[in-house]
């Protein structure tokens, strides 16, 4: 546990609301810091300049988390390429930037798993990163956490030394949980299945049909164990951090530790809602990648593992879900 000291550093949470900063401020107050700044969209607009650079010239936080990005899934990203490579470069640029001018010496910068490429050997290791083409579907978005990667390591490359700079990046796989978005275009796999069985429970459907043959497979992490994870890889002592990984190559991947396929992935979700109608597969829609799976053994390696299994995660998904209806 940290010093009392420690638990009393001003510590910035960017984007707060979202599913993966809401559960960072969670495990941050369960283990005791009490000094958390946070800023709504209304009350800071990260893609503002101007705006950023007076908020840490005024809050002079001591760590920032930076959580804040627009996502969606692949019909929004395939609408809005534009929005998505804007406005994360934006907000990086000028999250990291004024960090660094107001003298903050530790930074998290949240990536994704989409930094990787398409056909990535599985599971996918850290030093995957710009080895092949990316998924065109969401290659705006990942563009931009790659520069944010590299954002943070340029900062150290130039300024560890002289000014103590110590920026960190972690990717996390698919995350699901408290927070999640459910809408009906935009969500991930794991929100939109709870979604179309609790509605297939609600009106007694007897079957209910997934795109593709169900056999590809997929990893999945609670939010609140990346949350954990988020925390742990800020605190870990330098001189520990800096054996793991590489001036240039110092992202860490943060995953479950393993995969599931969409079948058995369906099945669990059946069991979490409550529906015991039929599940079937159209194998003539699109399964996408055959898989996806992150290497985590570097974490691993740092001593942190996955404490939330798929069957209790769903649960607690569910019933949050449930508690905004």
């Known amino acids: 546990?940290?010093?009392?000291?420690d638990l009393?550093?001003?510590?910035y949470v960017a984007g707060h609301r979202g599913m993966v900063g809401s559960a960072i401020v969670r495990n941050l107050q369960a283990k005791g810091f009490s000094n958390i700044v946070t800023k709504t969209h209304a009350e800071l607009d990260l893609t503002n300049q101007a705006a950023v650079k007076t908020f840490f010239e005024t809050e002079k936080p001591e760590q920032v988390y930076?959580?804040?990005?627009?996502?969606?899934?692949?019909?929004?990203?395939?609408?809005?390429?534009?929005?998505f490579i804007y406005e994360n470069l934006m907000v990086q640029n000028n999250v990291i930037h004024q960090a660094f001018v107001n003298g903050v010496k530790r930074l998290l910068f949240l990536g994704s798993s989409c930094i990787y490429p398409k056909l990535a050997p599985q599971p996918m290791s850290e030093d995957a990163l710009l080895t092949g083409k990316l998924e065109s579907t969401n290659e705006?978005?990942?563009?931009?956490k790659i520069a944010g990667i590299k954002m943070c390591e340029s900062y150290n490359r130039q300024y560890g030394q002289s000014h103590g700079v110590d920026?960190?990046?972690?990717m996390p796989t698919n995350l699901y949980g408290p927070g999640d978005n459910y809408h009906p275009e935009n969500s991930h796999v794991i929100p939109a299945l709870i979604r179309r069985f609790h509605e297939a429970k609600e009106s007694k459907a007897a079957e209910v049909v997934i795109w593709g043959t169900g056999t590809p497979?997929?990893?999945?992490?609670?939010?609140?164990?990346m949350a954990a994870a988020s925390i742990f890889v800020m605190d870990l002592e330098k001189v520990i951090y800096d054996q793991q990984?590489?001036?240039?190559?110092?992202?860490?991947n943060v995953?479950?530790?393993?995969?599931?396929?969409?079948?058995?992935?369906?099945?669990?979700?059946?069991?979490a809602t409550g529906y015991q109608g039929k599940i079937s597969f159209d194998p003539i829609k699109p399964d996408g990648s055959p898989r996806k799976w992150m290497d985590s053994s570097r974490l691993n390696n740092l001593g942190w593992q996955a404490q939330t299994g798929l069957e209790e995660g769903l649960s607690k998904a569910y019933a949050e879900m449930l508690a905004r209806v």
């Open 8 to 11: 009393q550093a001003k510590i």
């Open 217 to 225: 497979k997929r990893e999945f992490l609670y939010v609140d164990d």
């Open 245 to 252: 990984t590489e001036p240039m190559q110092s992202h860490i």
């Open 167 to 170: 920026y960190r990046s972690v």
């Open 1 to 5: 546990m940290p010093s009392p000291s």
């Open 140 to 144: 705006p978005y990942a563009i931009a």
């Open 66 to 83: 930076l959580a804040a990005a627009k996502v969606g899934g692949i019909h929004a990203n395939n609408t809005y390429p534009a929005h």
């Open 255 to 271: 995953g479950f530790g393993s995969d599931v396929t969409i079948t058995e992935l369906a099945t669990a979700v059946a069991k």
